[in-house]
């Protein structure tokens, strides 16, 4: 079946230092989403991205989709305390509408300030 | 401000138990989701269903576990029975599939289920 592997599992930084994590499905994806759960809380989207190459940027975060639509990244410039979290990409398969998705294990981001 | 609402938020219950758990999704949305996350394994998908039918639900231990869907504003999951290994948070979530593919997933706050 669809594997979705994102790395790093932990990240720690300084307040002020950028992050990213990536993430990489075993098949072709028909799009990427992309969510944060803050500790306690639950998965809140934050984008999807559809287009091969798709680039997009909310703020001090940047997406990315690869061109062969198997990868993807999120990119934290100057991160802020209120960035702590667990950052989740989620992926669904293209060739077929099934309409689900397959959540990487996430990224738990702290953040020292 | 819509959203997903779940109940109980968190349940603690003897092995052996039944344990119900409700979600109601969006109005407007078409799909529901049943997840269950752990530390160990994450964000695994249970079950889910669209227009009300059963897509999927190859992600749930056939045996003690079901998934219903009785109307558009009511979404079921059931333990039966239960055990410490379904000890969990399980979230429901709703969205719109209305073209070839998915859009956002709105999350539910959740319920923790604690199985001693």
């Known amino acids: 079946g669809q594997q979705v592997m994102q790395i790093p599992q932990y990240q720690h930084v300084q307040e002020g230092e950028d992050f990213t994590t990536y993430c990489n499905s075993s098949?072709?994806?028909?799009?990427i989403q992309w969510y944060k759960q803050r500790p306690g809380g639950h998965p809140v989207f934050l984008i999807q991205?559809?287009?091969?190459?798709e680039v997009k940027k909310q703020k001090r975060l940047t997406f990315q989709f690869g061109e062969a639509k198997k990868n993807s990244s999120l990119h934290i410039t100057a991160t802020q305390t209120t960035d702590v979290g667990t950052y989740f990409c989620?992926?669904?398969?293209?060739?077929?509408?099934?309409?689900?998705?397959?959540f990487g294990k996430g990224t738990l981001l702290t953040v020292n300030p | 401000d819509a959203r997903v609402t779940q109940t109980p938020r968190h349940k603690v219950t003897e092995m052996g138990q039944e344990v119900t758990m409700r979600c109601q999704p969006i109005?407007?949305?078409?799909?529901v989701f049943w997840y269950r996350q752990t530390m160990m394994q994450g964000l695994e998908l249970l079950a889910y269903?669209?227009?009300?039918?059963?897509?999927?639900d190859s992600g749930m231990p056939k045996d003690r576990f079901s998934a219903e869907m009785p109307d558009a504003t009511l979404a079921t999951l059931k333990i039966q029975p239960s055990e410490p290994r379904d000890s969990a948070v399980y979230f429901c979530?709703?969205?719109?599939?209305?073209?070839?593919?998915?859009?956002?997933?709105?999350f539910g706050p959740g319920t923790r289920l604690t199985v001693t």
């Open positions: 979530a709703s969205g719109s599939s209305w073209t070839a593919y998915s859009y956002e997933q709105y």
């Open positions: 098949t072709t994806l028909s799009n």
């Open positions: 991205l559809v287009k091969s190459g």
């Open positions: 989620a992926g669904e398969n293209s060739g077929g509408s099934n309409y689900k998705l397959t």
């Open positions: 109005l407007g949305h078409n799909t």
């Open positions: 269903f669209r227009n009300r039918a059963p897509l999927d």
